[in-house]
């Protein structure tokens, strides 16, 4: 099993729509996760980070971790033309020393229709 | 602006001709790390570094070598590329010890060895 599990993708919805992306791990030791997005020939950019479970909201998305199955999930609403990009998520076990390596699910591309 | 310079964007070279991507960040930051992002295999660690003259093997090092000289430049050698190194590559770098630790991503290097 690998460490970082994430939907291949891709997906495709209509703008408006609620959008749940998702990544599952078997590294019981991460407590930092994070999401990154990629724009076309872009370096992935940090959109979302928690620390712990828990849920975070920031303008239109949500991450939410739950240590206790393993899994990660952001969700965007109200979905727009610009959210169009692959979707990273990342993980690490420290924040600090060799520990603190982010090792990241495949992304999945979201595209969202006008 | 703060940024992470990679040079080139763009390479097509030929087996077994040394060359050397280029790295530069003006953060001031500690950590820096070299990816490789392959289709269906995501993004991987090559390389990476916590400080000046401090360097160690991420989980592809295979090929490739670094070096950090300066704080803020971390250069990555292909000293005889061969095609199994055409991918998509990325540096990127973090402030270490701090709670939040966005990677702070260049635009990527596209290599194609022929």
């Known amino acids: 099993q690998k460490e970082v599990e994430q939907d291949p993708g891709p997906l495709s919805v209509p703008e408006g729509a609620i959008v749940s992306l998702n990544c599952t791990y078997s590294?019981?030791?991460?407590?930092?996760f994070m999401w990154y997005r990629q724009y076309s020939r872009k370096g992935p950019e940090l959109l979302m980070y928690?620390?712990?479970?828990g849920n975070k909201e920031d303008g239109r998305f949500t991450a939410q971790v739950d240590k206790s199955s393993k899994y990660i999930s952001l969700f965007i609403r109200d979905s727009q033309p610009s959210d169009s990009a692959t979707y990273l998520c990342?993980?690490?076990?420290?924040?600090?020393?060799?520990?603190?390596?982010?090792?990241f699910g495949k992304g999945i591309t979201l595209s969202v229709r006008p | 602006e703060a940024q992470v310079t990679q040079n080139p964007r763009y390479l097509i070279t030929v087996t077994g001709k040394k060359l050397t991507v280029t790295c530069s960040q003006n953060m001031n930051h500690e950590y820096m790390s070299w990816y490789r992002q392959d289709p269906g295999l995501g993004l991987r660690q090559i390389y990476y570094?916590?400080?000046?003259?401090?360097?160690d093997k991420g989980d592809v090092p295979e090929g490739y070598k670094v070096s950090r000289k300066e704080k803020r430049n971390f250069p990555l050698i292909l000293e005889s590329p061969s095609p199994n190194q055409t991918s998509l590559y990325f540096c990127?770098?973090?402030?270490?010890?701090?709670?939040?630790?966005?990677?702070?991503f260049g635009d990527g290097t596209r290599l194609s060895i022929l």
């Open positions: 990127a770098s973090s402030f270490l010890g701090s709670s939040n630790q966005p990677q702070h």
């Open positions: 570094s916590m400080n000046v003259e401090v360097t």
């Open positions: 590294n019981s030791a991460f407590q930092y």
């Open positions: 928690t620390y712990s479970s």
């Open positions: 990342a993980m690490s076990a420290s924040y600090t020393g060799a520990n603190s390596k982010l090792t």
